[in-house]
């Protein structure tokens, strides 16, 4: 089995999709870590506020076979077949990190770098995935995402906002 860390995020109806999300999620993968939500404005173009969170899992799936699992939860749950980069999502799932891999994938979408390049660069992304995984080593750094972290939110401020999902 091989630990991996998901990156969730979602800024259409998100207390709906990533509760249906996590629900798929869980279909696939036997056990979920799930961080706390944050909000955060969304990145790259004009939109709705995002909700972000990171999930670890275990699995038996190669890269690829994730890649593809994960893509095809994306449809499921709306997300159009030519998707273009910086728009608003129902579901956004990101592999962030899959054991401690480290190189770049080709599949079907495209290349997929591993750990993703983005990890230590969004807070949306490093602040919940510090929140699980803190005393976790970064494969390239070598730093644990709590000492990113630190360094992140002391060099920037931060947007994030916790979020709790309606009931």
């Known amino acids: 089995m091989v630990k991996i860390y998901l990156g969730i995020g979602s800024n259409i109806e998100p207390d709906a999709n990533i509760r249906a999300g996590l629900k798929s999620l869980a279909s696939l993968f036997s056990t979920l870590t799930i961080s706390p939500i944050y909000q955060a404005p969304a990145f790259g173009f004009d939109g709705d506020d995002f909700y972000n969170l990171v999930v670890a899992a ?18 499921q749950h ?14 956004d799932v990101d ?27 969004f807070d949306f992304v ?6 699980i995984a803190g005393e976790q080593y970064h494969p390239q750094s070598g730093k644990t995402f709590a000492q990113l972290w630190q360094a ?11 979020v709790s999902l309606s009931s």
């Open 58 to 75: 275990e699995t038996d799936l190669p890269i690829a076979g994730v890649v593809k699992k994960l893509r095809e939860l994306e449809y």
């Open 95 to 121: 592999l962030l990190l899959y054991g401690d891999f480290v190189g770049t994938l080709a599949c079907e979408s495209g290349e997929y770098q591993i750990p993703r390049s983005d990890i230590d660069k």
């Open 126 to 131: 490093l602040r919940p995935l510090q929140d």
């Open 78 to 91: 709306g997300r159009p077949l030519q998707a273009v980069k910086f728009a608003s999502r129902s579901l």
């Open 152 to 162: 992140m939110s002391a060099a920037q401020s931060s947007q994030l906002n916790p």
